[in-house]
């Protein structure tokens, strides 16, 4: 059973920026396919940005430019750089992962078995 444990959360004024971290615990020392995902009250869950296990990325629309995904090798752990944050970026965000993808999709949540418990990211105006 794979646990994925999550960090970085936390409050922002508009502008600023945070990185949240997702690590694999409990689960063989190996690549994942690892995307986060995002939901606020009120709205359907959104694919915010992932990895392939081949280091192939992936954007929604709306944070392209503004943030960065990337995985330490060696820690095996997943990051996501979120600069330029809007109040709109307000959610809880969530880990998840899947054994093997090469570009990991943002739309089909159920392509993914593992989830993290969440990190809360609120901005401010």
């Known amino acids: 059973q794979v646990q994925l444990l999550e960090s970085g959360g936390g409050s922002v004024q508009a502008g600023g920026s945070l990185r949240l971290s997702c690590a694999p615990a409990?689960?063989?020392?190996?690549?994942?396919?690892m995307v986060w995902f995002r939901q606020a009250p009120g709205i359907e869950r959104e694919g915010v940005a992932g990895m392939g296990n081949d280091g192939r990325s992936n954007y929604a629309d709306s944070v392209k430019g503004r943030f960065t995904i990337s995985r330490d090798n060696a820690k095996n752990t997943l990051y996501l750089q979120m600069n330029s944050l809007k109040p709109e970026d307000t959610a809880m965000y969530y880990c998840?992962?899947?054994?093997?993808?090469?570009?990991?999709?943002?739309?089909?949540?159920?392509?993914?078995?593992?989830w993290g418990q969440g990190t809360q990211v609120t901005v401010s105006s």
């Open positions: 409990g689960a063989p020392d190996r690549t994942y396919c």
């Open positions: 998840a992962a899947a054994g093997w993808c090469r570009t990991p999709p943002l739309t089909q949540p159920d392509a993914y078995d593992w």
